[in-house]
Protein backbone atom coordinates (compact mmCIF):
# COMPACT_ATOMS: atom_id res chain seq x y z
CA UNK A 1 0.00 0.00 0.00
CA UNK A 2 2.58 2.46 0.54
CA UNK A 3 4.88 1.89 -2.76
CA UNK A 4 1.00 2.40 -4.58
CA UNK A 5 0.42 5.58 -2.53
CA UNK A 6 3.85 7.09 -3.58
CA UNK A 7 3.16 6.32 -6.74
CA UNK A 8 -0.60 7.76 -6.55
CA UNK A 9 0.55 11.04 -4.87
CA UNK A 10 2.63 12.25 -8.06
CA UNK A 11 -0.15 10.82 -10.18
CA UNK A 12 -3.56 11.42 -8.14
CA UNK A 13 -3.00 13.04 -5.02
CA UNK A 14 -7.42 12.99 -4.42
CA UNK A 15 -6.82 9.12 -5.23
CA UNK A 16 -3.82 8.95 -2.73
CA UNK A 17 -5.67 11.60 0.04
CA UNK A 18 -8.77 8.75 0.03
CA UNK A 19 -6.97 5.76 0.23
CA UNK A 20 -4.23 6.63 2.89
CA UNK A 21 -6.97 8.47 5.11
CA UNK A 22 -9.46 5.01 4.66
CA UNK A 23 -6.19 2.88 5.63
CA UNK A 24 -4.96 4.98 8.25
CA UNK A 25 -8.44 5.01 10.36
CA UNK A 26 -7.96 1.22 9.65
CA UNK A 27 -4.62 1.07 11.24
CA UNK A 28 -5.35 2.89 14.29
CA UNK A 29 -8.02 0.55 15.32
CA UNK A 30 -6.42 -2.45 14.96
CA UNK A 31 -3.64 -0.36 17.33
CA UNK A 32 -0.93 -0.42 14.16
CA UNK A 33 0.92 2.69 15.37
CA UNK A 34 4.11 2.25 12.46
CA UNK A 35 1.20 1.88 9.45
CA UNK A 36 -0.84 4.51 10.50
CA UNK A 37 1.96 6.71 10.93
CA UNK A 38 3.35 6.02 7.55
CA UNK A 39 -0.60 6.40 6.16
CA UNK A 40 -0.72 9.66 7.61
CA UNK A 41 2.01 11.08 6.13
CA UNK A 42 0.65 10.56 2.75
CA UNK A 43 -2.70 11.37 3.71
CA UNK A 44 -1.07 14.78 4.85
CA UNK A 45 1.27 15.65 2.05
CA UNK A 46 -1.35 14.83 -0.70
CA UNK A 47 -3.63 16.97 0.98
CA UNK A 48 -0.76 19.73 0.62
CA UNK A 49 -0.89 19.04 -3.03
CA UNK A 50 -4.71 19.58 -2.93
CA UNK A 51 -4.84 23.05 -1.07
CA UNK A 52 -6.36 21.25 1.60
CA UNK A 53 -4.46 23.20 4.70
CA UNK A 54 -6.08 21.98 7.69
CA UNK A 55 -6.67 18.35 6.76
CA UNK A 56 -2.75 18.46 5.79
CA UNK A 57 -1.62 20.12 9.15
CA UNK A 58 -3.80 17.73 11.16
CA UNK A 59 -2.54 14.48 9.09
CA UNK A 60 0.99 15.81 9.46
CA UNK A 61 0.66 16.43 13.70
CA UNK A 62 -0.78 13.08 13.56
CA UNK A 63 2.43 11.66 11.98
CA UNK A 64 5.03 13.45 13.96
CA UNK A 65 3.17 12.42 16.93
CA UNK A 66 3.56 8.67 16.44
CA UNK A 67 6.96 9.25 15.02
CA UNK A 68 8.18 10.90 18.49
CA UNK A 69 6.76 7.69 20.39
CA UNK A 70 8.46 5.48 18.48
CA UNK A 71 11.81 7.65 17.95
CA UNK A 72 11.34 7.22 14.31
CA UNK A 73 13.59 10.50 13.17
CA UNK A 74 13.00 9.90 9.14
CA UNK A 75 8.96 9.99 9.68
CA UNK A 76 9.23 12.69 12.60
CA UNK A 77 11.15 14.68 9.51
CA UNK A 78 8.56 13.98 7.09
CA UNK A 79 6.14 15.28 8.78
CA UNK A 80 7.96 18.56 9.78
CA UNK A 81 8.85 18.87 6.23
CA UNK A 82 5.02 18.33 5.39
CA UNK A 83 3.90 21.51 8.06
CA UNK A 84 6.85 23.82 6.73
CA UNK A 85 5.38 23.62 3.68
CA UNK A 86 1.65 24.60 4.55
CA UNK A 87 2.76 26.86 6.53
CA UNK A 88 4.91 28.67 3.21
CA UNK A 89 1.55 27.72 1.31
CA UNK A 90 -0.25 30.12 3.26
CA UNK A 91 2.36 33.01 3.96
CA UNK A 92 4.05 32.50 7.24
CA UNK A 93 7.87 32.26 6.10
CA UNK A 94 9.34 32.70 9.04
CA UNK A 95 7.96 29.19 9.96
CA UNK A 96 7.87 27.34 7.44
CA UNK A 97 11.52 28.10 7.07
CA UNK A 98 12.31 27.22 10.81
CA UNK A 99 10.56 23.53 10.51
CA UNK A 100 12.37 22.56 7.11
CA UNK A 101 15.62 23.41 9.23
CA UNK A 102 14.74 21.06 11.68
CA UNK A 103 13.45 18.66 9.40
CA UNK A 104 16.91 18.62 7.45
CA UNK A 105 18.76 18.45 10.64
CA UNK A 106 17.00 14.83 11.40
CA UNK A 107 17.52 13.97 8.45
CA UNK A 108 21.10 14.52 8.53
CA UNK A 109 21.04 12.90 12.02
CA UNK A 110 19.28 9.59 10.82
CA UNK A 111 22.18 9.62 8.13
CA UNK A 112 19.51 9.58 5.39
CA UNK A 113 21.32 10.79 2.47
CA UNK A 114 18.37 10.92 -0.36
CA UNK A 115 15.98 11.84 2.47
CA UNK A 116 18.39 14.81 3.40
CA UNK A 117 17.87 15.82 -0.79
CA UNK A 118 14.23 15.55 -0.13
CA UNK A 119 14.18 17.97 2.77
CA UNK A 120 16.70 20.36 1.06
CA UNK A 121 14.73 20.29 -2.26
CA UNK A 122 11.41 21.53 0.20
CA UNK A 123 13.24 23.93 1.66
CA UNK A 124 15.01 25.30 -1.66
CA UNK A 125 11.27 25.92 -2.89
CA UNK A 126 10.80 28.31 -0.04
CA UNK A 127 13.84 30.68 -0.51
CA UNK A 128 12.65 30.68 -4.17
CA UNK A 129 9.89 32.85 -2.71
CA UNK A 130 12.50 35.22 -0.60
CA UNK A 131 14.08 37.34 -2.88
CA UNK A 132 17.10 38.03 -1.20
CA UNK A 133 18.02 34.50 -0.77
CA UNK A 134 17.52 33.54 -4.33
CA UNK A 135 21.05 32.61 -4.24
CA UNK A 136 21.10 30.51 -1.25
CA UNK A 137 17.46 29.01 -2.88
CA UNK A 138 19.83 27.28 -5.92
CA UNK A 139 22.83 26.03 -3.66
CA UNK A 140 20.28 24.63 -1.88
CA UNK A 141 18.22 22.65 -4.47
CA UNK A 142 21.78 21.94 -6.81
CA UNK A 143 23.04 20.30 -3.31
CA UNK A 144 19.54 18.33 -3.45
CA UNK A 145 20.14 17.21 -6.92
CA UNK A 146 23.77 16.36 -6.05
CA UNK A 147 22.88 13.78 -3.45
CA UNK A 148 19.97 12.53 -5.14
CA UNK A 149 22.39 11.72 -8.08
CA UNK A 150 24.50 10.32 -5.96
CA UNK A 151 21.98 7.76 -4.56
CA UNK A 152 21.10 6.85 -7.78
CA UNK A 153 17.54 8.32 -8.04
CA UNK A 154 17.17 9.87 -11.24
CA UNK A 155 13.14 10.52 -10.93
CA UNK A 156 13.87 12.78 -7.82
CA UNK A 157 17.12 14.72 -9.15
CA UNK A 158 14.45 15.91 -12.10
CA UNK A 159 12.54 17.06 -9.31
CA UNK A 160 15.21 19.07 -7.99
CA UNK A 161 16.42 20.31 -11.38
CA UNK A 162 12.27 21.79 -11.58
CA UNK A 163 12.36 23.75 -8.56
CA UNK A 164 16.21 24.66 -9.64
CA UNK A 165 14.50 26.13 -12.79
CA UNK A 166 11.54 27.97 -11.01
CA UNK A 167 14.51 29.43 -8.83
CA UNK A 168 15.70 30.67 -12.17
CA UNK A 169 12.58 32.00 -13.37
CA UNK A 170 11.56 34.03 -10.65
CA UNK A 171 15.25 35.35 -10.58
CA UNK A 172 14.79 36.42 -14.19
CA UNK A 173 11.45 38.29 -13.08
CA UNK A 174 13.00 40.16 -10.54
CA UNK A 175 16.11 41.19 -12.73
CA UNK A 176 13.70 42.22 -15.46
CA UNK A 177 11.69 45.16 -13.24
CA UNK A 178 15.41 47.12 -13.46
CA UNK A 179 17.69 45.46 -16.08
CA UNK A 180 15.96 44.25 -19.60
CA UNK A 181 18.73 43.21 -20.83
CA UNK A 182 20.66 41.20 -17.90
CA UNK A 183 16.86 38.98 -17.63
CA UNK A 184 16.66 38.03 -20.77
CA UNK A 185 19.97 36.28 -20.51
CA UNK A 186 18.81 35.01 -17.34
CA UNK A 187 15.77 33.99 -18.67
CA UNK A 188 17.19 32.25 -21.77
CA UNK A 189 19.42 30.06 -19.31
CA UNK A 190 16.33 29.40 -16.94
CA UNK A 191 14.57 28.62 -20.12
CA UNK A 192 16.89 25.78 -21.18
CA UNK A 193 17.37 24.63 -17.58
CA UNK A 194 13.06 24.23 -17.31
CA UNK A 195 13.34 22.43 -21.11
CA UNK A 196 15.79 19.62 -19.69
CA UNK A 197 13.57 19.47 -16.43
CA UNK A 198 10.87 18.72 -18.47
CA UNK A 199 12.71 16.08 -20.72
CA UNK A 200 13.63 14.45 -17.43
CA UNK A 201 10.38 14.56 -15.55
CA UNK A 202 8.50 13.20 -19.05
CA UNK A 203 11.23 10.21 -19.06
CA UNK A 204 10.68 9.44 -15.62
CA UNK A 205 6.84 9.18 -16.19
CA UNK A 206 6.05 11.95 -13.11
CA UNK A 207 3.36 14.15 -14.15
CA UNK A 208 3.25 16.75 -11.14
CA UNK A 209 7.43 17.42 -11.78
CA UNK A 210 6.62 17.61 -15.69
CA UNK A 211 3.61 19.95 -15.04
CA UNK A 212 5.79 22.38 -12.90
CA UNK A 213 8.63 21.85 -15.22
CA UNK A 214 6.42 23.34 -18.25
CA UNK A 215 5.07 25.88 -16.07
CA UNK A 216 8.74 26.98 -15.83
CA UNK A 217 9.33 26.88 -19.13
CA UNK A 218 6.25 29.23 -19.76
CA UNK A 219 7.63 31.97 -17.06
CA UNK A 220 10.74 31.85 -19.01
CA UNK A 221 9.23 32.19 -22.63
CA UNK A 222 7.02 34.92 -21.25
CA UNK A 223 10.03 37.05 -20.25
CA UNK A 224 11.41 36.13 -23.13
CA UNK A 225 8.46 37.15 -25.28
CA UNK A 226 8.12 33.89 -26.96
CA UNK A 227 4.20 34.07 -27.05
CA UNK A 228 3.27 31.12 -29.37
CA UNK A 229 5.15 28.72 -27.78
CA UNK A 230 4.20 29.56 -24.44
CA UNK A 231 0.79 29.34 -25.09
CA UNK A 232 1.29 25.89 -26.79
CA UNK A 233 3.20 24.85 -23.26
CA UNK A 234 0.50 26.02 -21.46
CA UNK A 235 -2.06 23.87 -23.45
CA UNK A 236 0.12 20.93 -22.67
CA UNK A 237 0.16 21.59 -18.78
CA UNK A 238 -3.64 21.77 -18.86
CA UNK A 239 -4.39 18.53 -20.90
CA UNK A 240 -1.75 16.57 -18.66
CA UNK A 241 -3.55 18.52 -15.32
CA UNK A 242 -7.33 17.09 -16.76
CA UNK A 243 -5.31 13.67 -16.58
CA UNK A 244 -3.65 14.02 -12.85
CA UNK A 245 -5.83 16.85 -10.98
CA UNK A 246 -3.54 19.05 -8.04
CA UNK A 247 -5.47 22.03 -7.02
CA UNK A 248 -2.27 23.43 -6.08
CA UNK A 249 -0.77 22.90 -10.00
CA UNK A 250 -4.39 24.02 -11.40
CA UNK A 251 -4.10 27.46 -9.37
CA UNK A 252 -0.57 27.85 -11.04
CA UNK A 253 -1.83 27.13 -14.23
CA UNK A 254 -4.40 30.06 -13.90
CA UNK A 255 -1.76 32.49 -12.58
CA UNK A 256 0.18 31.68 -15.28
CA UNK A 257 -2.10 31.61 -18.53
CA UNK A 258 -3.41 35.06 -16.93
CA UNK A 259 -0.11 36.53 -16.84
CA UNK A 260 -0.02 34.69 -20.82
CA UNK A 261 -3.34 36.52 -21.45
CA UNK A 262 -2.29 39.47 -20.21
CA UNK A 263 1.02 40.29 -22.57
CA UNK A 264 -1.30 38.72 -25.27
CA UNK A 265 -3.32 41.94 -25.02
CA UNK A 266 -6.41 39.57 -23.85
CA UNK A 267 -7.40 41.69 -21.12
CA UNK A 268 -11.25 40.14 -21.06
CA UNK A 269 -9.90 36.71 -20.75
CA UNK A 270 -6.56 37.40 -18.31
CA UNK A 271 -9.65 39.24 -16.08
CA UNK A 272 -11.67 36.15 -16.34
CA UNK A 273 -8.57 33.47 -15.50
CA UNK A 274 -7.80 35.76 -13.05
CA UNK A 275 -10.71 35.93 -10.98
CA UNK A 276 -11.31 32.11 -11.11
CA UNK A 277 -8.25 31.67 -9.80
CA UNK A 278 -9.12 34.00 -6.75
CA UNK A 279 -11.73 31.61 -6.04
CA UNK A 280 -9.78 28.90 -5.15
CA UNK A 281 -6.93 30.35 -3.42
CA UNK A 282 -8.83 31.54 0.23
CA UNK A 283 -5.83 32.00 2.80
CA UNK A 284 -3.18 31.78 0.23
CA UNK A 285 -2.50 35.40 0.39
CA UNK A 286 1.02 35.23 -1.97
CA UNK A 287 -1.38 33.88 -4.78
CA UNK A 288 -4.22 36.05 -4.35
CA UNK A 289 -1.46 39.30 -4.33
CA UNK A 290 -0.47 37.83 -7.89
CA UNK A 291 -3.69 37.69 -9.29
CA UNK A 292 -4.63 40.52 -7.91
CA UNK A 293 -1.53 42.66 -9.52
CA UNK A 294 -2.43 40.73 -13.11
CA UNK A 295 -6.01 41.99 -12.63
CA UNK A 296 -5.43 45.08 -12.25
CA UNK A 297 -2.79 45.20 -15.32
CA UNK A 298 -5.52 43.88 -17.36
CA UNK A 299 -8.01 46.59 -15.89
CA UNK A 300 -5.03 48.93 -17.16
CA UNK A 301 -4.66 47.18 -20.60
CA UNK A 302 -8.83 47.44 -21.28
CA UNK A 303 -8.86 50.76 -20.37
CA UNK A 304 -10.99 50.54 -16.98
CA UNK A 305 -9.48 52.74 -14.99
CA UNK A 306 -12.00 52.43 -12.08
CA UNK A 307 -12.20 49.25 -11.98
CA UNK A 308 -8.31 48.88 -11.83
CA UNK A 309 -8.60 51.30 -8.61
CA UNK A 310 -10.79 49.01 -6.89
CA UNK A 311 -8.48 46.05 -7.45
CA UNK A 312 -5.42 47.93 -6.66
CA UNK A 313 -7.02 49.22 -3.32
CA UNK A 314 -7.61 45.81 -3.23
CA UNK A 315 -4.05 44.71 -3.54
CA UNK A 316 -2.82 47.70 -1.05
CA UNK A 317 -4.86 46.24 1.52
CA UNK A 318 -3.82 42.54 1.18
CA UNK A 319 -0.09 44.06 1.36
CA UNK A 320 -0.72 45.61 4.26
CA UNK A 321 -1.76 42.79 6.22
CA UNK A 322 0.86 40.79 5.61
CA UNK A 323 3.09 43.44 6.55
CA UNK A 324 5.76 43.55 4.27
CA UNK A 325 8.54 45.52 5.70
CA UNK A 326 8.43 42.79 8.77
CA UNK A 327 9.04 40.05 6.62
CA UNK A 328 12.19 42.04 5.26
CA UNK A 329 13.72 41.87 8.37
CA UNK A 330 12.52 38.82 8.95
CA UNK A 331 14.87 37.61 5.95
CA UNK A 332 17.62 39.79 6.98
CA UNK A 333 18.04 37.90 10.04
CA UNK A 334 17.50 34.70 8.80
CA UNK A 335 20.39 35.66 5.77
CA UNK A 336 22.60 36.82 8.63
CA UNK A 337 22.07 32.89 10.05
CA UNK A 338 22.96 31.49 7.12
CA UNK A 339 26.16 33.61 6.80
CA UNK A 340 27.20 32.27 10.23
CA UNK A 341 26.40 28.99 8.69
CA UNK A 342 28.61 29.17 5.68
CA UNK A 343 31.49 30.46 7.71
CA UNK A 344 31.00 27.46 9.43
CA UNK A 345 31.62 25.44 6.82
CA UNK A 346 34.57 27.37 4.76
CA UNK A 347 36.27 24.22 4.89
CA UNK A 348 33.39 22.53 2.22
CA UNK A 349 34.33 25.33 -0.12
CA UNK A 350 36.52 23.37 -2.51
CA UNK A 351 34.34 20.76 -1.96
CA UNK A 352 31.72 22.45 -3.86
CA UNK A 353 33.19 24.01 -6.32
CA UNK A 354 33.96 20.71 -7.28
CA UNK A 355 30.00 19.35 -6.77
CA UNK A 356 29.44 22.57 -9.05
CA UNK A 357 31.29 21.20 -11.84
CA UNK A 358 29.86 17.72 -11.92
CA UNK A 359 26.73 19.70 -12.31
CA UNK A 360 28.30 21.81 -15.27
CA UNK A 361 29.48 18.78 -17.01
CA UNK A 362 26.18 16.57 -16.51
CA UNK A 363 24.34 19.96 -18.21
CA UNK A 364 26.35 20.01 -21.13
CA UNK A 365 26.23 16.50 -21.48
CA UNK A 366 22.53 16.64 -22.01
CA UNK A 367 23.05 19.51 -24.35
CA UNK A 368 25.33 17.64 -26.58
CA UNK A 369 22.30 15.48 -26.84
CA UNK A 370 19.56 17.14 -27.71
CA UNK A 371 18.58 19.93 -30.10
CA UNK A 372 18.66 23.21 -28.93
CA UNK A 373 15.95 24.05 -31.64
CA UNK A 374 13.06 21.36 -31.11
CA UNK A 375 14.57 19.79 -27.77
CA UNK A 376 14.08 16.51 -29.39
CA UNK A 377 16.73 13.85 -29.61
CA UNK A 378 19.94 15.01 -31.80
CA UNK A 379 22.02 12.86 -34.45
CA UNK A 380 24.28 12.08 -32.17
CA UNK A 381 21.61 10.74 -29.43
CA UNK A 382 19.81 9.21 -32.58
CA UNK A 383 22.95 6.95 -33.95
CA UNK A 384 23.60 6.08 -30.30
CA UNK A 385 20.53 4.41 -29.59
CA UNK A 386 20.29 3.26 -33.21
CA UNK A 387 23.61 1.41 -32.38
CA UNK A 388 22.27 0.32 -28.85
CA UNK A 389 18.88 -0.84 -30.38
CA UNK A 390 20.32 -2.64 -33.58
CA UNK A 391 22.98 -4.32 -31.16
CA UNK A 392 19.96 -5.91 -28.53
CA UNK A 393 18.25 -7.57 -32.00
CA UNK A 394 15.72 -9.00 -29.42
CA UNK A 395 12.85 -6.85 -30.14
CA UNK A 396 11.26 -5.35 -33.77
CA UNK A 397 11.64 -1.74 -33.93
CA UNK A 398 10.87 0.35 -36.86
CA UNK A 399 12.98 3.67 -38.28
CA UNK A 400 10.69 6.56 -39.49
CA UNK A 401 12.53 9.22 -41.57
CA UNK A 402 10.45 12.29 -41.75
CA UNK A 403 10.63 15.04 -44.02
CA UNK A 404 8.66 18.68 -44.00
CA UNK A 405 7.53 19.04 -48.01
CA UNK A 406 9.05 22.36 -49.81
CA UNK A 407 10.44 24.01 -46.36
CA UNK A 408 12.49 25.67 -48.21
CA UNK A 409 9.34 27.79 -49.88
CA UNK A 410 8.81 28.57 -45.90
CA UNK A 411 12.44 30.19 -45.19
CA UNK A 412 12.07 32.24 -48.48
CA UNK A 413 8.60 33.53 -48.15
CA UNK A 414 8.10 34.24 -44.17
CA UNK A 415 11.81 33.89 -43.30
CA UNK A 416 14.30 31.54 -41.31
CA UNK A 417 12.68 32.75 -38.00
CA UNK A 418 9.26 31.49 -38.75
CA UNK A 419 10.91 28.40 -40.42
CA UNK A 420 12.64 27.45 -37.39
CA UNK A 421 9.10 28.24 -34.80
CA UNK A 422 7.90 25.43 -37.68
CA UNK A 423 10.61 23.25 -36.71
CA UNK A 424 10.09 23.86 -32.72
CA UNK A 425 6.09 23.74 -33.20
CA UNK A 426 6.68 20.21 -35.10
CA UNK A 427 8.95 18.82 -32.85
CA UNK A 428 6.20 19.02 -30.17
CA UNK A 429 3.65 17.41 -31.99
CA UNK A 430 6.15 14.23 -32.74
CA UNK A 431 6.67 14.34 -29.12
CA UNK A 432 3.25 14.21 -28.27
CA UNK A 433 2.62 11.43 -30.92
CA UNK A 434 4.78 8.77 -29.55
CA UNK A 435 5.26 6.70 -26.07
CA UNK A 436 7.78 6.87 -23.80
CA UNK A 437 9.86 4.25 -25.05
CA UNK A 438 10.00 5.73 -28.88
CA UNK A 439 12.80 8.26 -29.63
CA UNK A 440 11.41 11.20 -31.53
CA UNK A 441 14.94 13.12 -33.11
CA UNK A 442 15.94 15.95 -35.01
CA UNK A 443 17.78 14.56 -38.18
CA UNK A 444 19.33 17.25 -39.73
CA UNK A 445 17.83 20.40 -41.52
CA UNK A 446 14.07 20.17 -41.92
CA UNK A 447 14.37 16.20 -41.42
CA UNK A 448 13.04 14.18 -38.56
CA UNK A 449 13.34 10.60 -37.34
CA UNK A 450 11.46 8.37 -35.29
CA UNK A 451 12.54 5.26 -33.17
CA UNK A 452 9.21 2.63 -32.56
CA UNK A 453 10.15 0.54 -30.59
CA UNK A 454 8.39 -3.01 -30.73
CA UNK A 455 6.53 -2.08 -34.04
CA UNK A 456 6.08 -4.54 -36.70
CA UNK A 457 5.72 -2.46 -40.06
CA UNK A 458 1.91 -3.08 -40.06
CA UNK A 459 1.80 -1.24 -36.50
CA UNK A 460 4.26 1.54 -37.35
CA UNK A 461 2.81 2.36 -40.81
CA UNK A 462 -0.45 3.60 -38.97
CA UNK A 463 1.74 5.62 -36.88
CA UNK A 464 3.09 7.45 -39.50
CA UNK A 465 -0.08 8.01 -40.98
CA UNK A 466 -1.15 9.11 -37.69
CA UNK A 467 1.78 11.72 -37.54
CA UNK A 468 1.39 12.75 -41.22
CA UNK A 469 -2.42 13.77 -40.58
CA UNK A 470 -2.06 15.46 -37.33
CA UNK A 471 0.54 17.78 -39.06
CA UNK A 472 -1.31 17.98 -42.07
CA UNK A 473 -4.27 19.27 -39.37
CA UNK A 474 -2.41 22.02 -37.51
CA UNK A 475 -2.86 25.27 -37.81
CA UNK A 476 -0.32 28.02 -38.59
CA UNK A 477 -1.99 30.94 -38.96
CA UNK A 478 -0.27 32.90 -36.06
CA UNK A 479 2.68 32.36 -38.51
CA UNK A 480 1.73 31.79 -42.01
CA UNK A 481 -1.61 33.46 -43.31
CA UNK A 482 -3.32 30.61 -45.72
CA UNK A 483 -0.37 27.66 -45.65
CA UNK A 484 -0.55 24.25 -44.57
CA UNK A 485 2.10 22.73 -43.74
CA UNK A 486 2.66 18.29 -44.60
CA UNK A 487 5.16 15.70 -44.35
CA UNK A 488 6.64 13.02 -45.99
CA UNK A 489 7.41 9.69 -44.51
CA UNK A 490 9.76 7.30 -45.21
CA UNK A 491 9.55 3.79 -42.89
CA UNK A 492 11.47 0.87 -42.35
CA UNK A 493 11.53 -2.22 -40.44
CA UNK A 494 13.88 -4.30 -38.45
CA UNK A 495 12.52 -7.32 -37.48
CA UNK A 496 15.72 -9.46 -37.12
CA UNK A 497 19.29 -9.49 -37.72
CA UNK A 498 20.06 -5.28 -39.25
CA UNK A 499 22.84 -3.09 -39.63
CA UNK A 500 21.94 1.00 -39.37
CA UNK A 501 23.26 1.51 -42.32
CA UNK A 502 21.10 -0.49 -44.09
CA UNK A 503 18.50 0.17 -41.96
CA UNK A 504 18.87 4.05 -42.66
CA UNK A 505 19.58 3.37 -46.52
CA UNK A 506 16.17 1.57 -46.59
CA UNK A 507 14.05 4.08 -44.79
CA UNK A 508 15.89 6.95 -46.96
CA UNK A 509 15.07 5.32 -50.29
CA UNK A 510 11.14 4.86 -48.92
CA UNK A 511 10.65 8.89 -48.04
CA UNK A 512 12.21 9.50 -51.65
CA UNK A 513 9.34 7.43 -52.96
CA UNK A 514 7.35 8.74 -50.62
CA UNK A 515 8.71 12.45 -52.24
CA UNK A 516 8.67 11.18 -55.87
CA UNK A 517 5.09 10.11 -56.15
CA UNK A 518 3.87 13.26 -55.21
CA UNK A 519 4.63 14.18 -51.23
CA UNK A 520 2.31 14.02 -48.01
CA UNK A 521 2.12 10.28 -47.77
CA UNK A 522 3.71 7.37 -45.75
CA UNK A 523 5.92 4.95 -47.91
CA UNK A 524 7.16 1.84 -46.27
CA UNK A 525 10.68 0.33 -47.28
CA UNK A 526 10.33 -3.63 -48.55
CA UNK A 527 11.63 -6.32 -46.01
CA UNK A 528 15.49 -6.09 -45.67
Known sequence: MIDELGFLLDADPAECARRATHQAAIARESGDGDAEMRLSYYAGFAHHL???????LAAARRTETLA????DLVWRSRAIACRGLVHNELG????????????????????????????????????TGI????????????EARRLWLRAGD??????????LARTYVATSTRIAQTNRHGAMAAARYALRTAQ????????AGLSRTAIAARLAVVGAQLILGDLVAAGAVLDAAGRMLEQFPAGRQQLALLRARAQWLVVSRCFGDAIVTAEAGLATCQGRPAERMELLRTIVEAHEGAGDVVSALRRLHELHDLTTEMNESVAERRAVLLGSRLEIERAER????EHRRAQALEERNARLAHEAMHDGLTGLANRRALDVALDAWVADGV???????????HFKVVNDTWSHQVGDQVLARLGVTLRAAVRDVDLPARYGGEEFALLLAGADPGVAGQVCERIRVAVGELDWGDLMSGRRITVSIGLAACTGACSVASLLTRADAALYRAKTEGRNRVRVAPAG
Do not use: W
Request: with cysteine.
Open 50 to 56: LGEDEAA
Open 395 to 405: RPFAVALLDID
Open 92 to 127: DVEDAVDLLRRAVELRREAQDEAGTAETLNSLGMVY
Open 131 to 142: AQLAPEAARVLT
Open 68 to 71: VACG
Open 346 to 349: AAEA
Open 154 to 163: SDRAAVALTN
Open 196 to 203: QAVDEADA
